[in-house]
């Protein structure tokens, strides 16, 4: 089994969280893998800016999160592990570079992600770093 570490951004806009959907119709988080010499943070920010023209800010870890897929391409197992950051943006624009496969994404109110996202682990892991996220914007406010 191939092994690939990877990072990606939870990127809040106010009450909105950025989705992408992929050529799957998966509803998912933007991310991508971390190359040699990279830094996950680093790496985070940079798929963000990549796949979807959003310049964010990381605020918080989120976590980590694992899964394992059978890759096509290379005939062989993969399993992704991902470090996750939590981000804010200022304001909601974006767009989607078309080279990354992405046929759909936005900014979305906290409940209709929540029922958009398509796997479970990325639904907790959406759940949790929305409220750490409200909790750091509340403490910065004061």
């Known amino acids: ?12 806009c106010d009450d909105k969280v950025f989705l992408l959907k992929n050529e799957k119709d ?20 940079r798929r963000v800016n ?8 990381i605020v918080s870890a989120a976590g980590n999160t694992n899964y394992e897929f059978f890759s096509v391409t290379r005939q062989k197992p993969i399993c ?37 996202v398509t796997y479970s682990q990325d639904k907790s892991l959406l759940n949790l770093s929305y409220k750490k996220y409200k909790e750091i914007i509340c403490q910065v406010a004061v």
Do not use: H
């Open 1 to 12: 089994m191939l092994v690939r570490n990877c990072a990606g951004g939870l990127v809040f």
């Open 26 to 45: 998966e509803w998912v988080l933007p991310k991508g893998v971390i190359r040699r010499g990279d830094i996950s943070s680093e790496v985070a920010v």
């Open 50 to 57: 990549e796949e979807a023209g959003i310049y964010a800010q």
């Open 80 to 116: 992704n592990k991902i470090t996750w950051y939590i981000m804010k943006s200022q304001n909601d624009e974006f767009k989607l570079n078309p080279e990354e496969n992405f046929i759909d994404g936005g900014y979305y109110r906290f409940d209709d992600a929540m029922k958009m």
